[in-house]
């Protein structure tokens, strides 16, 4: 398990967007397979420090545990501040994400993340807490549906709870995913009718979009003034949260009077105006179809001081 056995999706973009130079302090804080850190080190870093809160992410990258300039912390990437602070360090110069399942977590049916290979129904990426098994098992129809429906845009979000209550206990993926088709017969042509059910217990169970938005502001707190943040997602509830905490923090949001000058409606922008997204390549997608739905979104920190934690974003 010494090597990184996947493909690291927009990996020369990302890299060009954190604009590694010798001696920067650089954190991975979705450790995977090690594929950014891995080539972030080719800049002479001074120090890399990869965040991952599932063990198995640890257990592929030990070989990367025992260089002098790596250190690996089993903390969610909403913990970012406290597991640096924990090792003596305040300030960052740049900050790379990947948000979502990973394809090591999907291709390892014992996980449970997939629908097409019969394992525990279970998708915890710490692999402890509650499992998706415990949720549907125990939630009440419109708590299922609500998941099903906010966080991976099923339609027949009702009929398909409905039909989980009506028919549970489930322990397997197997057993879920053959009850979803059941319910939406064919569904897309060349989309599985279980994808989006299975995406969204895997968000709710791992709260996904909640250590997005405490991610991203413990970035925004670490990074020195020129910093940059680096934030590949695959899901559009992920890319929109992205999108509207770059635009807002920048300055880029719209202004409810065109007459109303910025310094009137919030603090000042901690982030320089953010770099245009950008998507994979025809020729990446050929080769990692995974790589499809990605999107890169990136940007400069400012010196100004991190907003505060009360101040909402605007979506």
Not at 158 to 175: G, L, N
Not at 267 to 283: G, L, Q
Not at 289 to 308: E, N
């Amino acid at each position: 398990m010494s090597a990184a056995p996947h493909v690291p999706v927009l990996l020369d973009e990302v890299m060009a967007a954190l604009n590694l130079a010798a001696g920067d302090i650089y954190v991975d804080a979705t450790l995977g397979a090690g594929g950014y850190l891995r080539a972030a080190r080719a800049a002479g870093l001074a120090h890399a420090y990869g965040f991952d809160r599932d063990p198995d992410a640890h257990a592929l990258n030990a070989d990367l545990a025992g260089l002098d300039d790596v250190t690996l912390i089993r903390r969610p990437f909403a913990e970012l501040g406290a597991g640096l602070a924990d090792h003596g360090v305040a300030a960052v110069d740049a900050i790379a994400f990947d948000i979502g399942v990973s394809s090591m977590q999907i291709d390892r049916a014992e996980r449970g993340f997939s629908f097409q290979a019969d394992g525990p129904l279970d998708m915890r990426m710490a692999q402890e807490g509650m499992s998706a098994a415990d949720f549907i098992n125990s939630a009440s129809e419109t708590e299922i549906a609500d998941v099903l429906y906010h966080l991976g845009d099923e339609r027949a979000s009702r009929r398909i709870a409905r039909a989980i209550v009506a028919d549970r206990p489930f322990s397997r993926t197997s057993e879920l995913a053959g009850l979803i088709r059941r319910v939406l017969g064919r569904g897309e042509p060349g989309k599985d009718p279980a994808t989006r059910s299975f995406q969204a217990l895997r968000i709710h169970v791992n709260d996904e979009l909640g250590q997005l938005d405490a991610g991203l502001a413990a970035a925004e707190r670490l990074l020195k003034p020129g910093g940059r943040l680096a934030v590949v997602s695959f899901h559009s509830a992920e890319d929109r949260r992205v999108k509207a905490f770059l635009r807002d923090r920048s300055g880029s949001a719209p202004a409810a009077s065109r007459h109303q000058p910025y310094a009137a409606r919030g603090p000042a922008p901690s982030f320089e105006k953010p770099a245009k997204a950008v998507r994979p390549s025809d020729a990446e997608i050929a080769r990692n179809p995974r790589a499809r739905s990605a999107t890169l979104r990136s940007a400069v920190r400012t010196a100004a001081p991190a907003w505060p934690t009360t101040v909402e974003g605007r979506a």
